[in-house]
């Protein structure tokens, strides 16, 4: 039973960092590095991303022994495309300047190949709770790396973090950080601390 949990939990955990979307798996880089020029903005992606990876695949993951295999990646673009469509536009009605800000990249969920990957390897061949505890920790695990991007690029590039000046008279913004070099240079940063904590994991 003891190792039943354990099992179940690092359906969740594993997205969190050891099978890390952006930063181990590489996917989703689009928006990672198109839209995180603030904070505000990763978050909104994030929160979008999570939600269509998770709905998405609680309606495969239901519907995964009726689904024809011949037509399943087509069936999977539909159920994306719909929670895609749900999202882009309550985000329409209720946030525009974030929606504006985001511009096309909300729609272009549909074919983040993070969320089409999960439905493929994961919710098409597994129950509905271990589904949607993987979806879960991919989307947090996408969510966390945009937030962070987000955090560090708008601090350093505009001295503001969630709009609020953090940073005094005193700093001289980095201009590059808000344009498209400052979200190579974070993701790449981002990206060698954590092969660099994980090589120190491995040796411990």
Known sequence: MGKHKATVAHEFIKGLWDENPVLISLLGLCPALAV???????????LATTFVVT????????LRKVIPHQVRIASYIVIIATFVTVADRFMAAFYP??????????????VNCLILGRQEAFASKNPVGRSLLDALGMGLGFLMVLFTLGTIREILGSGTFLTYQVLGDWFHPWLVMVLPPGAFLALGLLIGLSNWINDQRAKA
């Open 97 to 110: 300047a974030i929606s504006k800000a985001l511009g096309p990249y909300v729609p272009l969920i549909v």
């Open 36 to 46: 995180t020029n603030s904070a505000i903005n990763g978050l909104a992606m994030g």
């Open 55 to 62: 709905s998405s695949s609680i309606i495969i993951s239901s």
